[in-house]
């Protein structure tokens, strides 16, 4: 299949799932608000640029902000996720692996370790970013932290989840 149109695939259903289900389940004991639709960009192709991959995360966040009538709080985190995220493959992988134009991120092509570390990482920031434009002040700060945690756990865990339904093992390195 076309990456331009498994992508663009993608990024309906990431948003969907998002819409119509997760965003209907009430926040779990105060904290935590589970997430999925930021994997799409985890799983964009490895030689996908910087500038492309801010913009995609910009239109991904921004139609989830028309959705959840949130002004720019998804758009945002979706903007700086997309614009780190090359720095944080050049940080796990080998110039070698992560040239490679047609690969994309996932446990098959880095490993459980890389890959593991590359959703912790980009997860945290996306979800700090995002509580921390939620609330704009540090007001309580355990329970900002709590959130922040709590909820990257879980979107984590789903994005485990999916990646091991999903099995997209592709080349192994």
Same mark, same amino acid.
């Given at each position: 299949?076309?990456?331009?149109?498994?992508?663009?695939?993608?990024?309906?259903?990431?948003?969907?799932?998002?819409?119509?289900?997760?965003?209907?389940?009430?926040?779990?004991?105060?904290?935590?608000?589970?997430?999925?639709?930021?994997?799409?960009?985890?799983?964009?192709?490895?030689?996908?640029?910087?500038?492309?991959?801010?913009?995609?995360?910009?239109?991904?966040?921004?139609?989830?902000?028309?959705?959840?009538?949130?002004?720019?709080?998804?758009? *945002? *985190?979706?903007?700086?996720?997309?614009?780190?995220?090359?720095?944080?493959?050049?940080?796990?992988?080998?110039?070698?692996?992560?040239?490679?134009?047609?690969?994309?991120?996932?446990?098959?092509?880095?490993?459980?370790?890389?890959?593991?570390?590359?959703?912790?990482?980009?997860?945290?920031?996306?979800?700090?970013?995002?509580?921390?434009?939620?609330?704009?002040?540090?007001?309580?700060?355990?329970?900002?932290?709590?959130?922040?945690? *709590?909820?990257?756990?879980?979107?984590?865990?789903?994005?485990?989840?999916?990646?091991?339904?999903?099995?997209?093992?592709?080349?192994?390195?």
């Amino acid at each position: 299949m076309n990456n331009i149109l498994k992508n663009s695939i993608r990024f309906v259903l990431f948003l969907l799932i998002q819409v119509i289900i997760l965003n209907e389940v009430p926040p779990l004991h105060q904290y935590i608000t589970p997430y999925l639709y930021f994997a799409f960009l985890l799983w964009l192709p490895f030689g996908t640029n910087r500038i492309t991959l801010t913009i995609i995360g910009f239109v991904l966040g921004y139609c989830l902000d028309l959705f959840t009538n949130t002004p720019g709080l998804h758009t *945002a *985190a979706g903007s700086l996720m997309g614009y780190i995220r090359p720095s944080i493959l050049n940080l796990l992988l080998a110039q070698e692996t992560s040239e490679e134009i047609n690969k994309e991120p996932s446990a098959g092509t880095m490993g459980w370790g890389p890959y593991a570390v590359y959703v912790l990482i980009l997860t945290f920031i996306h979800h700090f970013y995002l509580v921390l434009l939620e609330w704009l002040q540090f007001g309580n700060f355990t329970y900002f932290i709590g959130k922040v945690f *709590a909820t990257s756990l879980l979107s984590v865990l789903l994005i485990f989840v999916v990646e091991l339904v999903m099995n997209r093992r592709k080349l192994k390195r």
